[in-house]
């Protein structure tokens, strides 16, 4: 793939005109889908696509289109003259744009991991023999990704890993199910089937008669899957600098009056040990590690391009929506084995869902429990929880009420695959808070 793509790039050398400039992103993958329903292959597949988006420059003036590639290099060529020759055409009709910031000075990298998994017959295999007798649905993504980027400048970046991400969940009845994820680029037999039994001892739990619980502020343990979804808010225009500059940030607090969280919060991007590459669709490249926040204060921010040209700061290589691809949230010292009993009497969240912002200005969120929630007393999980929503601020639940991060952490791969495999990751631990809301 990279050869061809290298191939690609050369021809697009000899279609410029004039001044001229060009830069190219692509994005692609080989991808082994199962899907399972009742504990069967219900839908296996395979994916081999690749899509090049081409960006012609004039000046400041810019104008892109994207090209699903055939694999036939006449045919690819042939469809990338003709793009070339559209956007040449729009070009002169378009305006000049203020705050375009091009990677002009070549930074060519290569990162190339081979891929260490098992055939996806194999994990097949593992995954049906553990599922016998339960009811299991899920889908199993495998196989190698690709990032590329080139410039008419000379730059050249690629990037080369192989993933897997297996979501599936194991339904009791009607909204009772315990789900659950197991990822990453090495496949661990027992490592799977620990994470199996786990979940299948969760299901015993749900044959539980449900309880109710009254509206009010209870104390929590949230899974690294529980918390990851509301850290992922952060993401929305959170951590963003041109959000923070337009005071749109659910995190602005932090910036214009020093507001603090609980200093055992450290969160950074890691590029150098997530799944996605380390430049973006512009070809700037991205630090192996960008500190966001540092024992509870706000000390950086995502900046692309667009947004270092408008305010003129750097830029530290991140991608167009300004968000975290690759979250990294410090461990703590809580042993995961020791949750229930430091719990007490409380809630253990498993997931959430349907989040949103109840006041983005205070970074207040709302959103529901699901699947796997339980009722705990004495450190005992007595009974599976019905389904609560609660609407509370991350300055609260990150700050003064964030009792401990577990000494443990886990690896989520994005498992979206609208369009293409995503290569967003986050690696978190397990939280224990006091005084959760909960409103309904």
């Not at 000046?59 to 042939?78: P, V």
């Not at 899957?225 to 041109?242: I, Q, R």
């Not at 923070?244 to 602005?252: A, E, P, W």
Request: with cysteine; net charge neutral; aromatic share 10%.
């Amino acid at each position: 793939m990279q050869q061809y793509f290298n191939d690609l790039v050369a021809f697009l050398g000899t279609c410029l005109q004039g001044n001229e400039q060009y830069t190219c992103w692509l994005d692609a993958e080989t991808t082994d889908f199962v899907r399972f329903n009742k504990s069967a292959i219900r839908q296996p597949g395979n994916v081999k696509q690749a899509i090049l988006s081409l960006e012609l420059i004039q000046g400041r003036r810019h104008a892109g289109n994207a090209i699903t590639l055939s694999g036939s290099m006449e045919s690819d060529r042939q469809a990338l003259g003709h793009a070339m020759r559209q956007l040449r055409e729009q070009l002169a009709w378009l305006p000049e744009d203020p705050h375009l910031l091009l990677s002009a000075a070549p930074q060519s990298t290569e990162h190339v991991v081979p891929s260490r998994l098992p055939s996806s017959e194999a994990m097949v295999d593992e995954i049906l023999t553990a599922a016998k007798g339960y009811d299991m649905v899920g889908i199993l993504a495998s196989g190698p990704m690709y990032r590329g980027f080139a410039n008419s400048f000379g730059q050249r970046n690629w990037h080369e890993t192989a993933s897997f991400n297996f979501d599936w969940s194991l339904y009791q009845t009607r909204d009772k199910a315990v789900k659950t994820a197991y990822a990453g680029f090495d496949w661990d037999s027992a490592a799977f089937a620990g994470k199996f039994r786990e979940a299948a001892g969760q299901l015993d739990l749900l044959r539980r008669d449900p309880v109710t619980v009254k509206p009010g502020a209870y104390r929590a343990y949230l899974t690294p899957a529980a918390l990851n979804e509301l850290v992922y808010m952060l993401n929305w225009a959170g951590l963003s600098e041109k959000a923070l500059r337009t005071r749109q940030s659910s995190v602005r607090r932090m910036r214009d009056e020093g507001l603090r969280l609980n200093p055992a919060i450290t969160l950074k991007e890691n590029i150098a040990d997530g799944l996605a590459p380390g430049f973006q669709a512009e070809g700037f490249l991205k630090p192996a590690s960008t500190t966001l926040i540092e024992q509870g204060a706000l000390v950086g921010s995502m900046v692309t391009p667009r947004t270092a040209k408008e305010y003129g700061i750097p830029a530290n290589g991140a991608d167009a929506s300004e968000s975290v691809v690759s979250m990294d949230l410090a461990a703590g010292t809580l042993p995961m084995a020791r949750v229930l009993e430091e719990l007490g009497t409380g809630l253990y969240i498993s997931n959430l869902w349907y989040l949103n912002y109840s006041d983005r200005a205070n970074c207040r969120i709302t959103g529901m429990t699901r699947f796997a929630t339980f009722w705990v007393e004495n450190g005992e999980i007595k009974a599976p929880l019905n389904v609560m929503r609660f609407d509370d601020s991350l300055f609260r639940l990150l700050g003064d009420n964030l009792v401990a991060l577990t000494r443990e952490r886990e690896l989520l791969i994005d498992n979206a695959s609208y369009g293409s495999r995503q290569t967003a990751s986050a690696h978190l631990p397990g939280a224990l808070v006091k005084d959760f809301a909960f409103v309904l």
